[in-house]
């Protein structure tokens, strides 16, 4: 069965400075993975996804994530914060022949100005 | 287009008793997936309908169990209520089932089991 390790239980950074969130995976199949984030009170946005192909993944709000295929790793990062991405980050990954999302505990980012 | 949309938004239990979730899933989709989401955690599958038809489930005990009608809307049911049921639950809607496919996440609806 797979699994999802979140490296970081809580990320404070300042406003205008780059952040990175940790995501390990453990599979022995070949995977799809995700970033969700949930603001809150509210459900869970996709922010980007690895299906195949190129391992730099761009998504939406200024959000990119690489695959590293060899360290099992799936790190969202984001150049440049605003106080609108405090939030709750999710890792999630599926295997490649199943239909489930299995996700991990969550990061929460706290942007100060 | 309408998102998913659940309900209700909030709910207030006590222990034994049964309690029923409702979600509409996004136009066009034909698979509604549930989630459990414990205060601090990421969410846990409960199970996946496709098509009207339970198309697989995660570690939830018999008493959660779940519908799926023709217009693809969906129920999930918790029997016997216990104070660890206390939880946001997410439906998810994607157009079909399969990893691949993006899962359109409602708002959830908060249990509280008292």
């Known amino acids: 069965a797979q699994s999802v390790t979140q490296l970081d239980s809580q990320v404070p950074v300042f406003e205008e400075a780059p952040v990175e969130l940790r995501c390990n995976y453990s599979s022995s199949v070949s995977v799809y993975l995700f970033w969700y984030v949930q603001y809150p009170n509210q459900g869970l946005q996709l922010l980007l996804k690895?299906?195949?192909?190129?391992?730099l993944v761009k998504g939406i709000n200024g959000f990119e994530a690489e695959f590293n295929k060899s360290q099992t790793s799936f790190h969202l990062r984001k150049p440049s914060v605003h106080i609108s991405d405090t939030a709750e980050y999710f890792c999630a990954v599926t295997l490649f022949n199943d239909y489930k999302l299995s996700f991990g505990a969550g990061t929460t980012v706290t942007v100060r100005a | 287009e309408t998102g998913v949309t659940q309900s209700p938004t909030h709910l207030i239990k006590t222990r034994g008793q049964q309690v029923t979730l409702r979600c509409s899933s996004q136009s066009g989709h034909n698979t509604v997936s549930w989630y459990q989401q414990a205060l601090g955690q990421g969410p846990q599958f409960i199970f996946q309908?496709?098509?009207?038809?339970?198309?697989g489930r995660g570690n939830f005990p018999p008493r959660f169990s779940g519908l799926q009608f023709p217009n693809y809307s969906s129920e999930l049911n918790v029997n016997a209520l216990e104070l660890d049921d206390s939880a946001l639950y997410l439906c998810a809607s994607s157009l079909t089932s399969g990893g691949y496919n993006e899962q359109f996440f409602g708002p959830g609806t908060r249990l509280t089991v008292l």
């Open positions: 309908y496709y098509r009207e038809e339970e198309n």
């Open positions: 690895y299906l195949s192909g190129s391992t």
